[in-house]
């Protein structure tokens, strides 16, 4: 029987951030909070492969207590057991830290029963790191397949999984044995809309909550603040483009406004700099 | 899965004020509620002023204080801003009957304050389903025996529905309890900006001595544009909440955009120094049934209770409308709660919530302004002239230095008649008389 595992976070939805002006934050009062957008992609991805071969989904995430709410939405997609990893001694953890944290609940995970897969999403809308999920696969050993958009087979039986990834020039398709690694894009699966039976039983699921002691004792060194070298020196919003500037082909003629724009791009520095550069 | 029935004892549908209080009072009395609720959560297609009225809080939780609810500024200072097209009469009360303890009115944020009525409605043993939307009835013998809704094996059942849905009311019309969708005369559009500024600079600009000190305002004239509608003013902690509301039908004659009603309150001379260097946190619009009694629904029928917005049950006047709808979600829920006592759910056995609405401000006030909003309709005049002439009069009364009295009067009777003429004037007032008392 297959056991798939998908590793999600509860991030604010950054679609509506603001920043304080004065302190250079993000305000976080009234933003409402969501299971990232490419984990639940991932979820819906694990549930129909679980639905299609049939076997167990289990989600894992580190968080608040309210973060409950997220892995309550990945019950409501087909997941079977959620495990909430949370305590105040991982406050302030990096991506190191939380790689760590989520790497060892996987794998306490797995010596209870055996994990074939694991799922992220290819990365968290509030910090954009895609460290994560990368991070817990070289922990644990397992091949990594990054911007997973399509899974075509996962063969249990000869232990390997064919997957479609996005590159910058196309897509590969990588068969990788298994247990294996993934990282989603959203195109990987439709987000399902949940029987009214199986949202009722996502409502009243409570999770599993593991502290930093029971049943994984997590070095205390390698967790929350004193285990996160990473410094946010400065965050800020950027300063916004200047408007575009328009040549009217109408008031110049197009060779007229082709030549007016070539010599503004000439005179502007960065590009003279650039074109230097090129030769 | 399960191949059961999803059965309880009462569906609610719609997690606003009507529907988490009518949950509430229906769980307090062992009942076994499911409120369904369309929003990812409750609150979030809700949207007012606005102030929450403290006599029908505490009428559901006595404690409600104790309770943290979360509130912005209680209203220590309300009443009317008139303004002309450059100028400011301001009318407002603070201190007296307003300085009551605990105060009257609270300023408050649905988004806040909505999911936190209802996780009290939670505590007293309801069960809320959200983000699920209820399309329709499921009927046995031609009574309502629960809801259908959008989702997969989305059946729902339940003797008795209270039906919460707000102001756009397809399954109030559905039912028949209404023949008609909302009518554009009788419904406002009301736009709003929420802008955040530090709390001691609209303690400063507004002249509240602290955070614990509010404003709800009213404003009429030049905000308007001359349409049937109000303007407003709301203090919360850190931020000013303004906007305005017209009705549908005035818009579309106009052709004015409600986000230039909106912009151009904002800045009027004696608004804009209010929210200068704010930052804008949200900018919504919500639609208020404001016909009352002449756009009322039935109120019941076999197996359906009807409360809150869905009902018309809003006070355009005295800006009522979330404490109707508490307490009609609260008789609504004791209604239901009879009903089952009784083991009859027939239209006939729910006809007491008719009754105690009766015999509360609810109806009786629903009645007596019947005509308010026809009356704003016909009367533009209150949104332009009078607000006018108020700024004018009192300007020229105070500034009529070095003038012979006699003949500064006359300036301020002309500067009326020269409007509006004199008997007319009495008219209007009359008239205004009428629409509120109700003959």
Same mark, same amino acid.
């Given at each position: 029987?297959?056991?798939?595992?998908?590793?999600?976070?509860?991030?604010?939805?950054?679609?509506?951030?603001?920043?304080?002006?004065?302190?250079?934050?993000?305000?976080?009062?009234?933003?409402?909070?969501?299971?990232?957008?490419?984990?639940?992609?991932?979820?819906?991805?694990?549930?129909?492969?679980?639905?299609?071969?049939?076997?167990?989904?289990?989600?894992?995430?580190?968080?608040?207590?309210?973060?409950?709410?997220?892995?309550?939405?990945?019950?409501?997609?087909?997941?079977? !057991?959620?495990?909430?990893?949370?305590? !105040?001694?991982?406050?302030?953890?990096?991506?190191?830290?939380?790689?760590?944290?989520?790497?060892?609940?996987?794998?306490?995970?797995?010596?209870?029963?055996?994990?074939?897969?694991?799922?992220?999403?290819?990365?968290?809308?509030?910090?954009?790191?895609?460290?994560?999920?990368?991070?817990?696969?070289?922990?644990?050993?397992?091949?990594?397949?990054?911007?997973?958009?399509?899974?075509?087979?996962?063969?249990?039986?000869?232990?390997?999984?064919?997957?479609?990834?996005?590159?910058?020039?196309?897509?590969?398709?990588?068969?990788?044995?298994?247990?294996?690694?993934?990282?989603?894009?959203?195109?990987?699966?439709?987000?399902?809309?949940?029987?009214?039976?199986?949202?009722?039983?996502?409502?009243?699921?409570?999770?599993?909550?593991?502290?930093?002691?029971?049943?994984?004792?997590?070095?205390?060194?390698?967790?929350?603040?004193?285990?996160?070298?990473?410094?946010?020196?400065?965050?800020?919003?950027?300063?916004?483009?200047?408007?575009?500037?328009?040549?009217?082909?109408?008031?110049?003629?197009?060779?007229?406004?082709?030549?007016?724009?070539?010599?503004?791009?000439?005179?502007?520095?960065?590009?003279?700099?650039?074109?230097?550069?090129?030769? | 899965?399960?191949?059961?029935?999803?059965?309880?004892?009462?569906?609610?549908? #719609?997690?606003?004020?009507? #529907?988490?209080?009518?949950?509430?009072?229906?769980?307090?009395?062992?009942?076994?509620?499911?409120?369904?609720?369309?929003?990812?959560?409750?609150?979030?297609?809700?949207?007012?002023?606005?102030?929450?009225?403290?006599?029908?809080?505490?009428?559901?939780?006595?404690?409600?204080?104790?309770?943290?609810?979360?509130?912005?500024?209680?209203?220590?200072?309300?009443?009317?801003?008139?303004?002309?097209?450059?100028?400011?009469?301001?009318?407002?009360?603070?201190?007296?009957?307003?300085?009551?303890?605990?105060?009257?009115?609270?300023?408050?944020?649905?988004?806040?304050?909505?999911?936190?009525?209802?996780?009290?409605?939670?505590?007293?043993?309801?069960?809320?389903?959200?983000?699920?939307?209820?399309?329709?009835?499921?009927?046995?013998?031609? *009574?309502?025996?629960?809801?259908?809704?959008?989702?997969?094996?989305?059946?729902?059942?339940?003797?008795?529905?209270?039906?919460?849905?707000?102001?756009?009311?397809?399954?109030?019309?559905?039912?028949?309890? %209404?023949?008609?969708?909302?009518?554009?005369?009788?419904?406002?559009?009301?736009?709003? @900006?929420?802008?955040?500024?530090?709390?001691?600079?609209?303690?400063?600009?507004?002249?509240?001595?602290?955070?614990?000190?509010?404003?709800?305002?009213?404003?009429?004239?030049?905000?308007?544009?001359?349409?049937?509608?109000?303007?407003?003013?709301?203090?919360?902690?850190?931020?000013?909440?303004?906007?305005?509301?017209?009705?549908?039908?005035?818009?579309?004659?106009? #052709?004015?955009?409600?986000?230039?009603?909106?912009?151009?309150?904002?800045?009027?001379?004696?608004?804009?120094?209010?929210?200068?260097?704010?930052?804008?946190?949200?900018?919504?619009?919500?639609?208020?049934?404001?016909?009352?009694?002449?756009?009322?629904?039935?109120?019941?029928?076999?197996?359906?209770?009807?409360?809150?917005?869905?009902?018309?049950?809003?006070?355009?006047?005295?800006?009522?409308?979330?404490?109707?709808?508490?307490?009609?979600?609260?008789?609504?829920?004791?209604?239901?709660?009879?009903?089952?006592?009784?083991?009859?759910?027939?239209?006939?056995?729910?006809?007491?919530?008719?009754?105690?609405?009766?015999?509360?401000?609810?109806? @009786?006030?629903?009645?007596?302004?019947? *005509?308010?909003?026809?009356?704003?309709?016909?009367?533009?005049?209150?949104?332009?002239?009078?607000?006018?002439?108020?700024?004018?009069?009192?300007?020229?009364?105070?500034?009529?230095?070095?003038?012979? *009295?006699?003949?500064?009067?006359?300036? %301020?009777?002309?500067?009326?008649?020269?409007?509006?003429?004199?008997?007319?004037?009495? #008219?209007?007032?009359?008239?205004?008389?009428?629409?509120?008392?109700?003959?």
């Amino acid at each position: 029987m297959i056991h798939l595992l998908v590793s999600v976070k509860q991030v604010p939805d950054t679609t509506n951030i603001r920043i304080d002006p004065e302190t250079g934050s993000m305000i976080r009062k009234g933003v409402p909070a969501i299971l990232n957008p490419y984990d639940a992609h991932a979820v819906a991805s694990a549930a129909e492969w679980k639905k299609k071969l049939g076997g167990k989904l289990t989600v894992v995430t580190m968080g608040p207590p309210a973060a409950e709410e997220a892995l309550q939405e990945c019950i409501e997609m087909g997941a079977d !057991r959620a495990v909430l990893v949370s305590d !105040r001694a991982f406050a302030g953890s990096d991506t190191l830290a939380t790689s760590y944290v989520l790497a060892e609940a996987i794998r306490k995970i797995d010596q209870e029963d055996h994990v074939d897969m694991v799922f992220f999403g290819k990365q968290a809308i509030d910090g954009d790191t895609a460290q994560v999920g990368p991070g817990v696969a070289i922990r644990l050993g397992l091949p990594l397949v990054t911007y997973a958009v399509e899974i075509q087979d996962i063969n249990e039986e000869e232990g390997y999984a064919l997957i479609i990834r996005k590159t910058e020039s196309g897509k590969e398709i990588i068969k990788t044995k298994l247990p294996a690694a993934l990282t989603a894009e959203k195109a990987i699966a439709d987000i399902p809309y949940a029987a009214l039976p199986d949202l009722i039983t996502s409502l009243k699921y409570k999770p599993e909550v593991w502290s930093a002691q029971e049943p994984v004792a997590y070095d205390v060194a390698q967790i929350g603040l004193e285990g996160s070298p990473t410094m946010v020196a400065k965050s800020g919003s950027p300063e916004a483009h200047e408007p575009a500037e328009t040549i009217s082909v109408e008031e110049n003629g197009l060779a007229g406004a082709v030549e007016t724009a070539l010599g503004k791009m000439l005179s502007n520095t960065s590009v003279a700099a650039l074109l230097e550069d090129q030769q | 899965m399960s191949k059961d029935k999803l059965q309880y004892d009462v569906i609610v549908v #719609g997690a606003g004020m009507a #529907g988490s209080t009518a949950a509430a009072i229906a769980a307090r009395e062992g009942l076994n509620v499911a409120v369904i609720e369309r929003g990812v959560k409750p609150g979030s297609k809700n949207y007012f002023g606005g102030a929450l009225y403290t006599h029908a809080l505490v009428d559901i939780y006595p404690d409600f204080f104790d309770r943290k609810p979360p509130l912005e500024r209680p209203v220590t200072e309300t009443g009317f801003w008139f303004l002309s097209d450059d100028g400011l009469v301001k009318a407002t009360v603070q201190g007296g009957v307003v300085n009551s303890d605990p105060i009257d009115a609270y300023v408050a944020l649905r988004a806040e304050f909505d999911p936190w009525w209802a996780e009290q409605a939670v505590a007293e043993g309801a069960f809320i389903i959200p983000k699920t939307l209820v399309e329709d009835f499921l009927y046995e013998d031609g *009574k309502v025996v629960g809801v259908k809704t959008d989702r997969p094996e989305g059946d729902v059942y339940a003797p008795v529905v209270i039906v919460c849905e707000g102001v756009n009311n397809l399954l109030t019309q559905k039912l028949g309890l %209404i023949d008609h969708d909302l009518k554009i005369s009788k419904t406002a559009l009301a736009v709003k @900006q929420m802008i955040s500024i530090p709390a001691k600079d609209i303690n400063a600009r507004l002249g509240l001595p602290d955070n614990n000190h509010g404003m709800a305002i009213s404003v009429m004239g030049d905000v308007s544009m001359g349409l049937a509608g109000l303007g407003f003013l709301y203090t919360a902690k850190g931020a000013l909440s303004l906007g305005v509301g017209v009705t549908l039908d005035a818009l579309q004659e106009s #052709g004015i955009k409600p986000y230039e009603l909106l912009q151009r309150y904002l800045e009027h001379p004696a608004i804009a120094p209010l929210i200068k260097d704010g930052q804008m946190m949200e900018y919504g619009a919500h639609l208020i049934p404001e016909g009352g009694w002449t756009t009322m629904p039935r109120l019941y029928t076999d197996g359906v209770l009807v409360a809150g917005d869905a009902a018309s049950m809003v006070n355009a006047l005295h800006w009522e409308g979330t404490n109707m709808a508490i307490t009609a979600g609260k008789q609504a829920g004791l209604t239901a709660v009879e009903a089952h006592k009784k083991g009859d759910f027939s239209a006939k056995s729910l006809s007491t919530y008719q009754d105690k609405l009766s015999d509360l401000f609810v109806l @009786q006030d629903m009645k007596q302004y019947r *005509k308010f909003s026809a009356f704003l309709k016909n009367h533009p005049q209150f949104m332009d002239i009078y607000p006018t002439f108020i700024n004018d009069a009192l300007g020229m009364f105070f500034t009529g230095f070095g003038k012979p *009295k006699r003949k500064l009067y006359k300036d %301020i009777l002309r500067s009326l008649t020269s409007r509006r003429p004199l008997f007319k004037a009495i #008219g209007d007032i009359i008239a205004f008389g009428r629409s509120i008392i109700g003959i």
